[in-house]
């Protein structure tokens, strides 16, 4: 019913910026919330940002202050703005969406569609 492409990953330098995108097709008007997540090779997937459908956002502490989640919804797009990156952002991201109502959206067992992901490399 809902699928997600996420694009905009590459490589960077350190101190380097990437915009990721997070397209949606398919019956979207109801979601609760658009997250997106990262794993590193050898490390669980880990909650790096969340917006709610009322437009409220969340950062995990290892990004806030740097990455900027935002979406429009003309577009159908929820984008990740990430901003002086680190080697320790290299992971695969990946854009997840949930219809359920919940008190934790940080968990990736919140949500019920998930794009492919993007590799974000950041390196000298």
């Known amino acids: 019913q809902v699928q997600l492409v996420e694009s905009g990953g590459g490589l960077v330098q350190p101190g380097g910026s990437l915009r990721l995108s997070c397209a949606a097709s398919g019956f979207t008007f109801h979601y609760y919330a658009i997250g997106w997540f990262r794993q590193a090779p050898g490390k669980e997937r880990e909650g790096v940002s969340y917006?709610?459908?009322?437009?409220?956002?969340y950062y995990a502490d290892s990004v806030k202050g740097r990455f900027t989640i935002s979406r429009d919804n003309a577009k159908n797009t929820v984008y990740l703005q990430m901003n002086s990156l680190k080697p320790e952002d290299t992971a695969v991201y990946y854009c997840?969406?949930?219809?359920?109502?919940?008190?934790?959206?940080?968990?990736?067992?919140?949500?019920?569609?998930w794009g492919q992901g993007t590799q974000v490399t950041v390196s000298s």
């Open positions: 917006i709610i459908s009322d437009g409220h956002t």
């Open positions: 997840a969406s949930s219809y359920s109502g919940s008190y934790n959206y940080i968990d990736p067992n919140e949500y019920d569609y």
